[in-house]
């Protein structure tokens, strides 16, 4: 969810932070103060972004969500985050499966990588989600 194809030399963590601000936050121009913020304590140089532009990029590339920009969701979607890690761990725990959640990673035996990733994605399917992320391995 964090790579662009227009920002590809963009640090993830600032395309990851003006998301993740976006949702939070109650306008544009709050996100790109908060966004620019952050960075500031972080250290990282973003003298060259156009926030703008990014958010516009982010807009495309999560077209299905961008109405949920600026609306301060991040309580619900924290619970929501919750209930797909709630069912992926019980599914473990029924199967005996030793699994750690951390925030949204899931770690496991390398043997049951495959057993893992059908889970989750059947927590997707079966909580009404339409799209399933991109799974990838750590």
């Given at each position: ?109 390398e043997k049951y990588e495959t057993i893992t990733r059908d889970i989750m ?18």
């Amino acid at each position: 969810p964090y790579f662009l194809d227009d920002h590809a030399n963009t640090e993830r963590s600032i395309i990851k932070w003006t998301l993740l601000t976006a949702l939070n936050s109650k306008s544009k121009g709050g996100c790109i103060q908060s966004s620019k913020l952050r960075m500031q304590e972080k250290g990282l140089d973003d003298s060259d972004m156009d926030y703008h532009k990014l958010l516009d990029s982010l807009y495309s590339k999560h077209g299905s969500i961008k109405d949920l920009f600026y609306k301060m969701n991040a309580v619900h979607l924290q619970y929501v985050e919750s209930c797909i890690s709630e069912y992926v761990i019980s599914k473990h725990v029924e199967q005996g499966i030793a699994v750690l959640n951390i925030h949204d990673e899931f770690i496991v035996g390398e043997k049951y990588e495959t057993i893992t990733r059908d889970i989750m994605k059947e927590a997707f399917t079966t909580l009404g989600f339409v799209s399933i992320p991109m799974i990838k391995r750590g």
